[in-house]
């Protein structure tokens, strides 16, 4: 129930999300539907980030309704009945009195009666924002209600005539973030950071990559935190060269390099780190030099994360150092110009260097508006994680640097002045990677866990 509670200033974002709304208009946002995944089973629900921002109501079936300039409520909420026979089975449910009194709706509605009052809200609206293309279940009935409108206008000339995305609207306000979702993100970096400096410190050769995963996780509910923002990756040796490895069923040998993506969910809010760090005591030669490269590369991109900067320059500057680090370890050769060019880092550095980050871990926010790279504002919150990934079999590389995969990715809130690295606590420097590493070993003993 705790974490039901609104504590977060949703009142005071529907104000600005409706001041910059036309009169006359209403806009709707639907939850996303729950997913099942086998029999009776679901999985677990994560509410729609643009309802969760707007409301911190975090029950499935739910329509949020704004509107502006109407006769009537500028807030409406429906919202699935109380039932006390499913509430047993599924749990609690607010309601439609816990909607007015907890969630501060003017108007709330059973989510079954939705059609049957649609219409009438949006009757007057002569716009009306609503994600169309991606309204899912929602789709059909909104369908439904405009057609009934539709019918009707033909005496009366009433309902909406424009659709609009509120994408431009509403996500530019969730991109830059206020000092109470700051603080949350904050938060969500420490935990986010703890958890990977415990993986770091308890990582021993024949543990599995899964006990990794379990022990980050148990970390992030340990502290409170909602769980993980997005499946935690864990790839030891040539794992992390895929980017994406989530089976994390392999076991972790001695003398490989553990890479481990993941960050923890506060109140709806992702902190996204990765670190690589050796299962021994230390690096061996090819892995530090790789390590170094990213590290150095890592360092200098954070530095640039200043307002003025934008995600497309970020991108291009760390192809550039990515790719004359990789003509120095011998992984490409030729002139980096002509690399760059020719796409050729690709082999060995194939996604983004950053993200903006929020509710969503690649969170809303256009990174160009009208065919420019927009600059970056204070109060933005990215990821700074350029990697270099040598694949097992990759030909014509030095034999050391095989089967490595590096990433090392921080959380950044821009600034007017130095960027602010949230993520700090979770080592990166050699000698601070390698002297955990030594205290773990000691501490936990070499061998796994029976
Ligand atoms: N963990 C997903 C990403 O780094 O973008
Ligand atoms: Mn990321
Ligand atoms: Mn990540």
Redesign the pocket.
Known sequence: MIADLPSLPFAERRARVLAAMPERSAAVFPSLPVAPRNGDVEYPYRQHSDVLWLTGFKEPETVVLLRKGLDGPSFVMFVRRRDPEMEVWTGRRAGVDGARERFGAEAAHEVGDVRSHLGGYLREATALYVAFGRTGWFGPVLDEALEGLRRAKRQSWHGPMALLDPGPLLHELRLRKTPDEVAVMRRAADITAEAHRQAMEAVRPGMGEYEVQALVEYTFRRRGADGWG?PTIVGAGDNACILHYVENDDRIEEGELVLV?A?AEVSGYTA?I?RTFPAGRRFDPGQRDLYDAVLDVQKRLVDLARPGMDLTRLQDTAIRWLTERMVDLRLLRGDVDGLVESKAFRRFYPHGVS?FLGMD??DVGASVLEGRPRPLEAGMVI?V?PGLYVPPDAPKVPKRLRGIGVRI?DDVLLTAGDPEVLTTAAPKEVADVEALRRSGLKKYGRSPAA
């Open positions: 997005y993506d960050g996204d990765t993200h871990v690649h990821t994680e990715e």
